[in-house]
């Protein structure tokens, strides 16, 4: 039996595992913020950081990575469960909260709750291109912006028109100059 829509699209993005805790808090940013998840609790900060990933992990709201330091390594279980806190986060539920109803869900659960509460973001076109394109290659357009630094757009996306990835060029271009100055 195929999977539900939303839990597919949401699998589609376990292949941008593995990664490190900056790029996981990168990802579930992307996610959050796709699906404009703002948390209720003031003190709660609706996109995780490299930091709050470690801190989860500590404190038993996400599984230990594989590796250590630096060679760390978190996969699709640690994603569902760190976009799991920030849905919960918005919902005004508390970390001690949110870590019993983790330790009650089993992962299929986990996996269902979260797909239905980033529905919207993963409706959005570009996750409908990777679960279309799901057994093909993905080609990324790879745009120079500086010696040293480069942006990466996945190439079947709007972001990948000309006139989009000009614009992105600049903006951190300019961003550059801005920090060069500080």
Not at 63 to 69: C, N, Q, S, T, V
Not at 140 to 147: H, K, T
């Amino acid at each position: 039996m195929a999977p539900e829509p939303h839990v597919a699209l949401l699998r589609a993005h376990a292949r941008h595992a593995p990664w490190n805790a900056r790029g996981l808090a990168a990802h579930v940013t992307a996610l959050v913020d796709a699906a404009g998840i703002r948390p209720t609790n003031a003190s709660a900060r609706a996109m995780p950081s490299a930091r709050a990933v470690r801190f989860y992990v500590a404190n038993g709201l996400v599984d230990h990575p594989e590796g250590r330091g630096t060679a760390a390594t978190y996969h699709y279980r640690h994603l569902l469960q760190l976009l799991f806190i920030k849905i919960r986060q918005r919902e005004g539920q508390t970390l001690d909260g949110i870590r019993s109803e983790m330790k009650a869900l089993s992962g299929d659960l986990l996996e269902k709750r979260v797909a239905q509460s980033l529905a919207p973001a993963l409706n959005s076109a570009s996750d409908q291109a990777v679960l279309s394109h799901s057994d093909e290659p993905v080609a990324w357009r790879r745009v120079v912006v500086a010696d040293g630094i480069e942006v990466h757009v996945r190439a079947d996306t709007d972001a990948a028109r000309e006139s989009t990835v000009v614009a992105m060029r600049e903006a951190v271009r300019a961003a550059l100059g801005r920090d060069a100055l500080s």
